[in-house]
């Protein structure tokens, strides 16, 4: 059976400093990988998505990066925190080859300070 | 570009009683997938109901149900019998063939015994 695996589950970093979130799925091979943020009590908002190793699209201009080094690795990057860059971060995949519904990590609180 | 509206932030229902959440959506294609999540307060995504824009059927799942009016571009959830389990925050969510999963701002359901 498919999973995935989110990690840290909790972050605490200072401004100014760097971050790397990680995600992995097992149990499939080329699926789309999605990186969303979630701010306390609002919606998601998809930060990046890829549907390969290296094709990387960025939905908004911000301070993250975000890379698939293998097949099923996603890593969601910063070089310098901001305050604003707080929030609660959700990693999902969906299978390729057909639509279906999205299978999501177990999330990233993320507190800048 | 695809957009998903969900206008009411926050919803409350008595146990026992029915409720509906509004969801529509702006797209071009004639081909997708619509999605109702929950979110708990674990903040684990949870799939509630999936539909199909092909079929006419509307799709339904126990307690839950959705009126899918594809003219209209309206996806509403109706949740029959409320129960205190199903108080969490509800997204509506659009997904075309090999296309990035669109999410909607959400809605707060509580629900009161």
């Known amino acids: 059976s498919q999973t995935i695996h989110q990690w840290p589950a909790t972050l605490v970093q200072p401004v100014g400093s760097p971050l790397s979130l990680e995600c992995t799925v097992e149990?499939?091979?080329?699926?789309?990988l999605y990186w969303y943020r979630q701010a306390a009590g609002r919606g998601l908002q998809l930060l990046f998505y890829?549907?390969?190793?290296?094709?990387i699209s960025s939905e908004v201009p911000q301070n993250l990066s975000a890379s698939r080094p293998q097949d099923r690795q996603f890593i969601l990057s910063s070089k310098k925190l901001l305050l604003s860059d707080s929030g609660f971060y959700l990693c999902?995949?969906?299978?390729?080859?057909?639509?279906?519904?999205?299978?999501f990590g177990q999330g990233t609180r993320l507190t800048v300070v | 570009a695809q957009t998903v509206t969900q206008s009411q932030p926050e919803m409350s229902v008595q146990e026992a009683e029915t409720v509906t959440l509004s969801c529509t959506y702006d797209?071009?294609?004639?081909?997708?997938?619509l999605f109702w999540y929950k979110q708990p307060p674990s903040r684990q995504m949870i799939l509630v109901i999936r539909q199909e824009a092909y079929k006419q059927q509307n799709a339904t799942e126990n307690r839950f149900s959705v009126n899918f009016q594809k003219a209209a571009k309206s996806f509403s959830l109706k949740i029959s019998d409320s129960q205190l389990g199903d108080a969490a925050m509800y997204f509506c969510?659009?997904?075309?063939?090999?296309?990035?999963?669109?999410f909607g701002a959400g809605t707060i359901l509580r629900v009161k015994s």
């Open positions: 969510a659009w997904k075309e063939y090999g296309n990035k999963l669109v």
């Open positions: 797209t071009s294609e004639s081909d997708y997938y």
């Open positions: 149990g499939t091979s080329n699926p789309n």
């Open positions: 999902a995949w969906t299978p390729l080859g057909y639509v279906a519904e999205a299978f």
């Open positions: 890829s549907v390969g190793i290296g094709q």
